[in-house]
């Protein structure tokens, strides 16, 4: 391989799934930083002009522990080898995962790397950061209704285990107590940064840090209730090798870079080029908020429903979505859906009868095979809902790196990408599947065409002006 470009981040993100890391990529363009997401550990070669921060997006979630570690390591080098001042491990803001892991492994494993070459990267880099033997837990994202008390986490006015996670197909949650839930993916210690310390500011959080650190603390689940709490968050931890959590703490680290000198002002961090093609909306996500969405675009658009059962039997249901998308797509009339989202009950008769492995690797490949199918025949347009989804859906159109826009609601912004054979960019939108307005499948065909069509006058601006110029100097 060539050598590393050069190249100094600020921030350096691994992300646990696709939509995950789009989700982080919008704050952080929304607060100011250049922000490229990359699908996977890119090749060495990739150009890094002008961005602040990379986010490295996974499909590490719901995969075996030792494959999420070591892809979050490889991650992780990746990012150090471009001088990234922090490391950022990005996982669901309902902290979805397994006893046995992958959040508390994955942060295990990614501390004691940071921990064993810390010295090289303090020289390196030049910072003031404190040791590699202490990260933070931060999920919350109030203004999506994720948030801390007492170390328990809510959804809106309910605990997670009484949200309808506790009914998810793959990381099914039933304790609230993430420090309890934290405490047996680990064996280091977990211990809680509540609210009453958080109220008394940033430098008593850091006192609370250094003490339980002190006591053999590694991992700190963190209380948080508003955006507020993020911010002092944000300047306790800004000096850590390590941080973890939701995009909500993304959210609030750039004002903190920019104390520090690290950030410089940007103007339209989230520009996109104009859209072109038609509009579909590809989901697999059998969350509640998912499940009102679709029920909302049925009641005004026409989709499609995909049976795990039926796909398990032969490919005709794939068949019969793509002459149905066919049929409807050339009328140019609105976006189209297709979609495997169901109630529990119905995931649950699924599952039981194929297994909840299977189950959801025939609907990812279908609804990938889909994309893929219907991009190359001219969709422009693609909204993806459910993380797992997005993460095949992504796999199968080749797609290496997402330029990401502004967003469509809190967490999810619109992206571009190039894919091969293509033209023109293909707008995408990736989804997770809690997150969005119950309009959020129609509206956001709606706010893409806004950004665009504002995209394209600003730059016959900008060529008008060039084009003065440029007349002027030959005169």
Same mark, same amino acid.
């Given at each position: ?40 550990v ?36 990746? #990012? ?7 490391i ?25 790397? #940071? ?10 880099t ?9 990260t ?12 801390v ?78 955006e ?31 104390k ?9 961090p ?8 038609a509009?579909l ?15 909302h ?33 050339t ?50 347009r693609?909204?993806?809902a ?48 809690n ?31 060039q ?9």
């Amino acid at each position: 391989m060539s050598s590393p470009p050069a190249a100094q981040l600020v921030l350096g993100a691994i992300a646990d799934d696709f939509t995950g890391a789009t989700d982080l990529a919008n704050n952080l363009v929304r607060s100011g930083m250049r922000t490229l997401q990359v699908i996977g550990v890119p090749e060495d070669d990739l150009a890094l002009t002008d961005v602040d921060a990379v986010v490295v997006a996974l499909k590490s979630r719901s995969c075996p522990v030792d494959d999420a570690i070591g892809d979050s390591l490889a991650a992780l080098e990746w #990012l150090k080898a471009r001088g990234a001042r922090q490391i950022f491990f990005k996982y669901c803001s309902t902290f979805d995962s397994t006893d046995d892991g992958n959040i508390g492994p994955v942060a295990d494993a990614l501390l004691e790397r #940071l921990r064993a070459t810390q010295q090289e990267h303090l020289r390196a880099t030049h910072t003031e950061q404190s040791g590699s033997d202490q990260t933070v837990m931060v999920p919350a994202f109030p203004i999506n209704g994720r948030t801390v008390y007492q170390g328990h986490l809510f959804v809106g006015d309910r605990l997670l285990n009484d949200s309808g996670m506790q009914h998810h197909p793959l990381n099914p949650m039933q304790d609230a107590d993430l420090v309890r839930v934290l405490a047996r993916q680990t064996p280091h210690g977990v211990g809680l940064l509540n609210r009453a310390t958080l109220a008394r500011g940033a430098e008593a959080a850091r006192g609370r840090l250094a003490e339980l650190r002190e006591a053999g603390v590694r991992h700190v689940i963190c209380d948080t209730l508003d955006e507020g709490d993020l911010d002092v968050i944000a300047a306790a931890v800004v000096d850590l090798a390590l941080v973890t959590g939701g995009s909500g703490l993304g959210q609030a680290l750039p004002a903190e870079y920019r104390k520090k000198g690290w950030l410089a002002p940007v103007e339209h961090p989230g520009r996109l080029m104009p859209s072109h093609g038609a509009a579909l909306v590809l989901s697999g996500s059998c969350s509640r908020a998912t499940l009102g969405q679709v029920e909302h675009f049925l009641a005004r658009h026409e989709g499609m429903a995909l049976d795990p059962l039926a796909l398990a039997q032969s490919d005709a249901p794939i068949e019969e979505a793509l002459a149905f998308a066919r049929a409807r797509l050339t009328a140019a009339d609105g976006p189209v859906l297709i979609y495997a989202s169901a109630a529990p009950q119905a995931v649950e008769a699924a599952q039981a009868s194929l297994g909840a492995a299977r189950a959801g690797e025939l609907v990812e490949r279908a609804l990938a095979t889909i994309a893929r199918t219907l991009v190359a025949e001219g969709v422009g347009r693609l909204l993806v809902a459910g993380g797992e989804t997005s993460g095949a859906v992504v796999s199968a159109l080749g797609v290496g790196e997402l330029r990401i826009g502004e967003q469509i609601d809190p967490g999810v912004p619109w992206t571009q990408t190039r894919v091969a054979g293509r033209e023109a960019p293909l707008s995408l939108a990736l989804k997770s599947g809690n997150f969005g307005g119950v309009d959020f499948f129609t509206r956001a065909f709606t706010v893409l065409s806004e950004q665009t069509n504002q995209s394209a006058g600003q730059q016959t601006t900008q060529q008008r002006t060039q084009q003065r110029n440029q007349g002027e100097e030959g005169a």
